[in-house]
T-cell receptor
Framework: EAQVTQNPRYLITVTGKKLTVTCSQN?????MSWYRQDPGLGLRQIYY???????DKGDVPEGYKVSRKEKRNFPLILESPSPNQTSLYFC???????????FGPGTRLTVL | QKEVEQNSGPLSVPEGAIASLNCTYS??????FFWYRQYSGKSPELIMFIYSNGDKEDGRFTAQLNKASQYVSLLIRDSQPSDSATYLCAVDNSGGSNYKLTFGKGTLLTVNP
């Protein structure tokens, strides 16, 4: 089954404790993105990757890191999480920017 | 920062009516335009995409694009209660070395039986 998977689905952590949210797709897509969704602010792109080893900032990259060492995986790293990073996070993949984005199930993160 | 604005909603229509959702964007260089539907607690899923000026129809859904006015809309004919969801407009910002995708804040649609 073609899909985008994210783990964990739910996470409660404390300020400053490094964490990684994994994202994997099995569709051989080149374009991958991370978004955060907050009430009243909509879906905002954090980082995107055009292909392996090619990543760039989206609209809200502060406090996040990403890497793309393999085509299928695009982890999101929070080196020192803060409460303002409490949000619902979505990973998505597509053939390219002009194509349908396939979204993962979401990760709800709470930073205390 | 490129912007995508949607009518704020919420929008409530009776079953069987036409629902009209609107979106404006600021980047004149945008080439790809998408409408996603998001049910409460779920991930967004693609409803329509449009690249060229004019109308594009798919079943009960019609997307309309006017690049001169920087405007894209989604019409849902014969609205059903199952269409009740948040609708997200997305626009590419691919000028220069950017390959971003910008979403509007969404419009919540409720279809009343």
């Amino acid at each position: 089954e073609a899909q985008v998977t994210q783990n964990p689905r739910y996470l409660i952590t404390v300020t400053g404790k490094k964490l990684t949210v994994t994202c994997s797709q099995n569709m051989n897509h080149e374009y991958m993105s991370w978004y955060r969704q907050d009430p009243g602010l909509g879906l905002r792109q954090i980082y995107y990757s055009m292909n392996v080893e090619v990543t760039d900032k989206g609209d809200v990259p502060e406090g996040y890191k990403v890497s793309r060492k393999e085509k299928r995986n695009f982890p999101l790293i929070l080196e020192s999480p803060s409460p303002n990073q409490t949000s619902l996070y979505f990973c998505a993949s597509s053939l390219g920017l002009a194509n349908e984005q396939f979204f993962g199930p979401g990760t709800r993160l709470t930073v205390l | 920062q490129k912007e995508v604005e949607q009518n704020s909603g919420p929008l409530s229509v009776p079953e069987g009516a036409i629902a009209s959702l609107n979106c404006t964007y600021s980047d004149r260089g945008s080439q790809s335009f998408f409408w996603y539907r998001q049910y409460s607690g779920k991930s967004p899923e693609l409803i329509m995409f449009i690249y060229s000026n004019g109308d594009k129809e798919d079943g009960r859904f019609t997307a309309q694009l006017n690049k001169a006015s920087q405007y894209v809309s989604l019409l849902i004919r014969d609205s059903q209660p199952s269409d009740s969801a948040t609708y997200l407009c997305a626009v590419d910002n691919s000028g220069g070395s950017n390959y971003k995708l910008t979403f509007g804040k969404g419009t919540l649609l409720t279809v009343n039986p």
